[in-house]
């Protein structure tokens, strides 16, 4: 069992950074690769970025790609989104997910979830 709690959202302007943090609970966060997903209002949840276990690869959705960074700590059970160049349409709640298995985009293969930290964007 692994429970998370997702810290760091707020509201910014076009252009600024935000660092999402994820702290997990339980000694077996290192065996867990990492993701984040986003859903913005009316749309459905998409993948933003997966990391494997040891965080020695790392995977990124288009949209995103060039301007945010995953990376984690396994000594601080924490997983980060370093977001850059923040943008109008990264507005939405920000997910943070654990997957046994692997570092995929695809939902259904993260066993367990945060709450959600809302990043709101203004232009």
């Known amino acids: 069992q692994v429970q998370l709690v997702e810290s760091g959202g707020g509201l910014v302007q076009a252009g600024d950074s935000l660092r999402l943090s994820c702290a997990a609970s339980g000694r077996t966060f290192s065996s867990y690769a990492m993701g984040w997903f986003r859903q913005a209002p009316g749309k459905e949840r998409e993948f933003v970025a997966a990391i494997s276990w040891s965080g020695g690869s790392t995977y990124y959705a288009d949209s995103v790609k060039g301007r945010f960074t995953i990376s984690r700590d396994n000594a601080k059970n924490t997983v980060y989104l370093q977001m850059n160049s923040l943008k109008p349409e990264d507005t939405a709640v920000y997910y943070c997910?654990?997957?046994?298995?692997?570092?995929?985009?695809?939902?259904?293969?993260?066993?367990?979830w945060g709450q959600g930290t809302q990043v709101t964007v203004s232009s």
């Open positions: 997910a654990a997957n046994p298995t692997g570092w995929g985009p695809t939902e259904y293969e993260y066993d367990y």
